[in-house]
């Protein structure tokens, strides 16, 4: 299983920037995919970004245009930048990862992924 640590969370005011990392142990398998959730106050946890091992990308429709995943295979970090932050965005943000491959659709599907890590919380100040 793999080990997964993220990091670079914080407090900022709206309109600012953030970029969170997410730390893997190792991926032993050629195909992956590797996702950011997060769960704000009082809410249920909901898909944000996800990217597969080829680099096919899906983000949550609020996010869209403000939030960019990447990854370094090298590395084998996942990064969430995220830009123009809002309070709404304000929440636990996990990261996660999968094995094999699925539908693009199905990336924010959270029983698809096996690892998960502890979370890092980001609170966006108004």
């Known amino acids: 299983q793999v080990q997964l640590v993220e990091s670079g969370g914080g407090s900022v005011e709206s309109g600012g920037s953030l970029r969170l990392s997410c730390a893997a142990s190792q991926h032993t398998y050629s195909s992956y995919f590797m996702g950011w959730f997060r769960r704000a106050p009082g809410k249920q946890r909901e898909g944000v970004a996800a990217?597969?091992?080829?680099?096919?990308?899906n983000y949550a429709g609020s996010v869209k245009g403000r939030f960019t995943i990447s990854q370094d295979n090298a590395k084998n970090t996942m990064y969430l930048e995220m830009n123009s932050l809002k309070p709404e965005d304000t929440a636990m943000y996990f990261c996660?990862?999968?094995?094999?491959?699925?539908?693009?659709?199905?990336?924010?599907?959270?029983?698809?992924?096996?690892?998960w890590g502890q979370g890092t919380q980001v609170t966006v100040s108004s």
């Open positions: 996660a990862s999968g094995l094999g491959s699925i539908p693009s659709q199905s990336l924010f599907t959270e029983w698809r992924y096996n690892s």
């Open positions: 990217i597969t091992s080829d680099g096919t990308t």
